[in-house]
């Protein structure tokens, strides 16, 4: 189990926490270690609070990830939507 936690809940918080999720999801891979977000556990509060309270967590609680090695990579269980269905770009 991977938790990422960030120094606070600002915007620039959360895409620097982005940033490290994409990083070490890239390096997993290219390792051939499985990596399987498990974000129930930050989306339910109580089960937040119980986490952060029993691994003494004191920084902003932002993803749960399964790690493990694993004989190889699947391709995902669904499709991946373009870039372009949720982004605008501006020129």
């Known amino acids: 189990?991977?938790?990422?936690?960030?120094n606070g809940n600002s915007v620039a918080d959360w895409i620097n926490t982005g940033r490290l999720y994409q990083h070490i999801h890239l390096l997993c891979t290219q390792q051939k270690i499985g990596f399987q977000p498990m974000n129930q556990i930050v989306e339910e509060e109580k089960f937040k609070k119980e986490v952060i309270k029993q691994l003494k967590i004191?920084?902003?609680f932002q993803f749960v990830v399964r790690i493990g090695y694993v004989d190889r990579i699947p391709t995902p269980?669904?499709?991946r939507r373009p870039i372009e269905?949720?982004?605008r770009f501006n020129q």
């Open 1 to 6: 189990w991977l938790i990422i936690t960030s």
């Open 58 to 60: 004191n920084k902003e």
């Open 77 to 79: 269980v669904s499709p």
């Open 85 to 87: 269905d949720f982004t």
